[in-house]
């Protein structure tokens, strides 16, 4: 397979196969859905030798699922603390558990998450590589918008999770996890396609998973940011590499 029919293919894993094979002038018929397709590699994230310090996280998280520290806690079914690894180099931030994570107990389970997945394998990661998590760790009534109060009480466990997994890259999901992370209350086409950084470690900022659902306009952008995302996640690893080496 050529490197070019690998990027399409690649692409189409997040734009959609219909979408992607029209702008390569190809047809795009049932036998060339991309799930169904055979032999394509995809780069794979790098395994993280890290001296992770257990005893730590697991007291930090007993604190958060028994937090009373702001009113969401008076109408969670349970803390949502994240899903995936912390033994990884790569973090994932959104703004707040949905429906589906607040019975779940587990980030990103829902529709947008089904699509975050897709994602991450699309830059060469499973989600069973990466930690997932939210700058709430509770489930905010209607789904509504995180209150500053709000994140002011659960940003603490965020900063703890960071500085516990060390990652070389974080992934903001949406304007609220931006905003909070960057301290900033730009729209996201102003956000995206940059490296930030917070608590010292590149970020990249992308429309929320939820967002592309709503607005498939929005695949093409965000395709280019998780680009980025791995291009910058790559540096910083050869960053540790070459550093240990020293």
Known sequence: MSGEARERLVRARLLGERFVLRLAGEPAGPATGVESATGVEFPTAVEIPTGFDREAWETVRAEAMVCR????????TTV???SGTPHTALLVVGEAPG????QRGEA???PAGQLLTKILEAIGFRRDQVFITNVLKCRPPGNADPQPHQVAACEPYLVRQIEL????????LGRHAA?????????????RGRVFRYQGVPLVATYHPAALLRNASLKRPTWEDVQLLRRTYDEAMEARTAGGAA
Request: glycine share 10%; hydrophobic share 40%; charged share 20%.
């Open 179 to 191: 905003h909070t992370l960057l301290r900033t209350d730009g729209p996201m086409a102003s956000l």
């Open 99 to 102: 429906y589906h994570e607040d």
């Open 108 to 110: 990103f389970v829902g």
């Open 69 to 76: 520290k702001c009113n969401l806690c008076e109408g969670r």
């Open 165 to 172: 997994i060390d990652p070389a890259a974080i992934l903001a």
């Open 80 to 82: 949502v603390w994240g």
